[in-house]
T-cell receptor, first 117, second 110 residues
Framework: GAGVSQTPSNKVTEKGKYVELRCDPI?????LYWYRQSLGQGPEFLIY????????DSGLPNDRFFAVRPEGSVSTLKIQRTERGDSAMYLC???????????????FGPGTRLTVL | RKEVEQDPGPFNVPEGATVAFNCTYS??????FFWYRQDCRKEPKLLMS???SGNEDGRFTAQLNRASQYISLLIRDSKLSDSATYLC???????????FGTGTRLTIIP
């Protein structure tokens, strides 16, 4: 079946601009996660959705970052007034239940590589 | 101190050799443990979950030592296709986010 998809695969923007990154989770998965990965580092948690609501947004670095999941499926990560330090790979993952258990595997999408010039 | 620490490597290992990675975690409340594999410029993919009793999947063996708070991964009879970055990952009960180590880069040499 189809896995997690993310668009665009690459995004180049200028400092100060607004960007939106889209994630389409595996069908039927209620939990959706956003992570950010910088070069040479592991992914870092940003935000987690259970259905339509953001259950944990403790990883968002500041108020320029915002994410929505209005219908409990597709999610959009929004970054305002982008800065060069926002350049990274943005990864989306989904899991069946979001229970946090060992069996609730998180499946990752291919990511969006964001470059802020 | 990072929550999950790994030796970043690189580990350059001849084909057919056995290689082992260790990882330590700082939060004793950690409840779920995984090894993910990440190929260059690709997304992380679950390699295996790690259970207290230890578990094996073909050439791969994972161990968990809760008392010492470390996790290990052993790869036997390494193949060229095993070349990748191996991410140690920890989760906490009731907290769905995963915490990743920086990854250990492995290159298998023909």
């Amino acid at each position: 079946g189809a896995g997690v998809s993310q668009t665009p695969s690459n995004k180049v923007t200028e400092k100060g601009k607004y960007v939106e990154l889209r994630c389409d989770p595996i069908s039927g998965h209620t939990a959706l996660y956003w992570y950010r990965q910088s070069l040479g580092q592991g992914p870092e948690f940003l935000i987690y959705f259970q259905g339509t609501g953001a259950a944990d947004d403790s990883g968002l670095p500041n108020d320029r970052f915002f994410a929505v999941r209005p219908e409990g499926s597709v999610s959009t990560l929004k970054i305002q007034r982008t800065e060069r330090g926002d350049s990274a790979m943005y990864l989306c993952a989904s899991s069946l239940s979001g229970s946090g258990s060992q069996q609730d595997t998180q499946y990752f999408g291919p990511g969006t590589r964001l470059t802020v010039l | 101190r990072k929550e999950v620490e790994q030796d970043p490597g690189p580990f350059n290992v001849p084909e057919g050799a056995t290689v082992a990675f260790n990882c330590t975690y700082s939060n004793s409340a950690s409840q779920s443990f995984f090894w993910y594999r990440q190929d260059c410029r690709k997304e992380p993919k679950l390699l295996m979950s790690v259970y207290s009793s230890g578990n094996e999947d073909g050439r791969f063996t994972a161990q968990l030592n809760r008392a010492s708070q470390y996790i290990s991964l052993l790869i036997r009879d390494s193949k060229l296709s095993d070349s990748a970055t191996y991410l140690c990952v920890v989760g906490y009960f009731g907290n769905e986010k995963l915490t990743f180590g920086t990854g250990t880069r492995l290159t298998i040499i023909p």
